[in-house]
């Protein structure tokens, strides 16, 4: 593994890159200091999973930088789009990848660390982590995965957010769909195509736990109450209890 810069020094050459794009309006603004803090957040939440996870000094501290490196695509994807939805704007991870190149971030690097955080960039964001012959690719892309689960739960907690800040329609009556119900008790990760409200996408993020890689990770998450959190911003319905002790179980069960 190359020899790590001051993780002060690249942090703050991402500052500077994220100041560097001009804010029209408080839209754009509002969503940079969205996107800004996940990333210092997801930056800690590396550091701890890390930390419990018996990663040494070196291999924490890499593992931090990947988190800053990790959303930096989001910045030019929204000033492009106006959106956070890969679906309908380009791949952030993609983006990231370019950015880090074209910001000169990576010239410390030698080529196995360099594919190291390029590829756990790239691996952050997709539906289910491939099968990975390197065994440093796949423990920082599961990191990575985790840590940014860990905020997106935070978020989830406490706001309505979708592909943008902007609240969504929550209302105060739910009905669960089938499909949603089914993957939950089956243990699978809700599809974002069955999504259709702010609670359909509550509980496709909780689903989100059964691809969770290190115990540490489902620790933390029960340390913090995300799934009480989330589940109490959703309004009663039958199924509320039973999908709690769900996720607890499963928790329980791997920790």
Not at 46 to 52: F, G
Not at 64 to 74: K, N, P, Q, S, T
Not at 79 to 95: G, L, M, P, S
Not at 179 to 197: D, H, M, P, T
Request: glycine share 2%; with cysteine.
């Amino acid at each position: 593994m190359a020899d790590l810069p001051p993780f002060s020094r690249l942090k703050n050459a991402v500052l500077h890159y994220i100041k560097s794009f001009p804010v029209p309006n408080n839209e754009v603004r509002d969503h940079f200091l969205v996107k800004k803090a996940h990333t210092l957040r997801v930056v800690q939440n590396s550091k701890i999973i890390a930390s419990r996870s018996g990663f040494s000094n070196k291999e924490t501290e890499l593992a931090m930088i990947i988190a800053l490196f990790h959303d930096i695509g989001r910045f030019e994807q929204f000033i492009k789009y106006r959106t956070f939805n890969d679906d309908v704007a380009e791949n952030h991870a993609q983006i990231a990848a370019r950015v880090l190149h074209q910001q000169a971030l990576l010239t410390w690097c030698d080529a196995k660390t360099e594919a190291v955080i390029l590829r756990s960039i790239e691996n952050h964001n997709v539906f289910k982590l491939p099968e990975i012959s390197d065994p440093s690719v796949s423990r920082f892309s599961s990191l990575l995965r985790d840590a940014d689960k860990l905020d997106i739960w935070k978020i989830t907690s406490e706001q309505n957010i979708g592909f943008t800040i902007h609240d969504e329609d929550d209302p105060d009556h739910y009905l669960i769909p089938d499909n949603i119900l089914k993957c939950i008790r089956e243990g699978q990760i809700v599809l974002l195509q069955y999504a259709k409200s702010m609670n359909d996408f509550r509980l496709l993020r909780l689903s989100w736990l059964v691809d969770i890689n290190f115990p540490a990770s489902l620790s933390i998450l029960e340390e913090w109450g995300y799934i009480q959190k989330i589940l109490a911003r959703m309004p009663d319905f039958p199924e509320k209890e039973e999908i709690s002790g769900i996720f607890h179980s499963y928790c329980r069960n791997r920790i």
